[in-house]
């Protein structure tokens, strides 16, 4: 039995790992229930940092970031979308990434 369709989205935030904690109350404050979290690995316009001396410096290029993939009711994209970009935004670069993509089906197991 197959239960009624609800417009879905997938909400991926990729973003310091510093706001873990941060996002992960504010989805639960939010009544978020569908969340999958990962720790990554990437680069994007801050293209990394140098460790080392000047001899031996070596070129850190991938960063750790951690991503979240979480499922809403399309309806309350916006909304969400705004205060992750609110928690997370800093004056510097690195800050992350916001992806939103339809869901054209879900199946709960």
């Known amino acids: ?12 935030a990729i973003v310091r790992s510093q706001k873990l904690q941060d996002i992960q ?14 720790t990554v690995m990437g680069c994007g316009s801050q293209c990394g940092y140098s460790e080392g001396g000047k ?8 960063l750790k ?3 979240f993939e979480i499922e809403v009711p399309a309806d309350k994209v916006g909304g969400l979308v705004d205060k992750i970009m609110t928690l997370c935004r800093t004056p510097r670069f690195g800050d992350g990434k916001i ?11």
Do not use: D, Q, W, Y
């Open 1 to 12: 039995m197959i239960a009624h369709k609800i417009a879905m989205k997938m909400i991926t």
């Open 25 to 38: 109350t504010l989805l639960v404050t939010e009544g978020i229930e569908r969340f999958t979290v990962a």
């Open 55 to 62: 001899k031996s410096a070596i070129e850190v290029n991938l």
């Open 65 to 67: 970031k951690i991503k």
């Open 99 to 109: 992806f939103v993509m339809n869901i054209p089906e879900c199946f709960g197991m």
